[in-house]
């Protein structure tokens, strides 16, 4: 059976994870955690690429860009979450399954944290797993696709 491939997205101020509010998010960089994510795909059967962008229109351009070319997404949208209806949009207009992934939990923290915008179109959420949350989400788009 070949590969599933899927587009993985890390939104805003994910680049800085190893350094960013390590008591919230963990001391493993980002270029650490892509390598585990990797890992994990590999040994489901997945083919992931991984971005990150901490532009809006970006993030947009990259789930436009999926379609045709990936089965599913997951991603982190970082604050985008919880106030870009574009970003909710575009995740509604390339239908494929999309995982919403947080590494905290959104709802232990800032009551702003507690809605998201894309959850109604995405088909599941995975939060406050820390960098396991990526994975988890692997394993349930797996089992969608």
Sequence with gaps: MPNHKVLLLHGP????????ETGIYGKDTTEHINNEIHA??????????IRQSNHE???????????????????NAGALTHYS????????????PTIE????????REEFRHKSVIAPVCAGSIIGF????????????????
């Design 57 to 75: 229109g970006t993030l947009i351009d990259l789930l436009h860009g999926a379609r045709g070319q990936f089965e599913g997404v997951v991603i």
């Design 101 to 108: 992934v947080h590494m905290s939990n959104v709802h232990a």
């Design 85 to 96: 209806i574009a970003l909710r949009d575009a995740i509604a207009a390339i239908r494929m």
């Design 13 to 20: 101020n994910l680049n800085l994870l190893g350094d960013r």
């Design 40 to 49: 994990a795909a590999e040994e489901m059967g997945i083919d992931c690429e």
């Design 130 to 145: 820390g960098k396991y949350s990526y994975i988890l989400a692997l394993q349930g788009l797996k089992e969608l696709l």
